[in-house]
């Protein structure tokens, strides 16, 4: 279900927690550099009840509020695969068969 914060101080709080640590919003108020995350932005314009509110910030019975988009700054970026190792899902495609021919 979408969540919108019910006030100020809870929608400072969600972003200290998400957005604040997050890769999509790198946007320095100090030196005006940087872009800012489009999904906080459509939050802060549109109603909960406007299709152009984000569906990324939710909230589940029970659970506390989340953006589904988050992605932690301080992650690792994923490895790339070795250029040299088959993958074996795309095996199958390729036409590429194992020893029992399957």
Known sequence: MKYRPSNGSEGADFCERWCANCI??????????GESCDILMR?????LDDSEYP????????????CTA????NDEPPKPKCPNTTDMFEAEDAGIRGEDGG
Do not use: C, I, K
């Open 24 to 33: 999509h919003d790198n946007y320095d108020m100090v030196t005006s550099e």
């Open 43 to 47: 939050t802060l314009v549109f109603d």
């Open 55 to 66: 569906d990324e910030w939710q909230r589940e019975p029970g659970q506390a509020p989340r």
């Open 70 to 73: 988050f992605h932690d700054r």
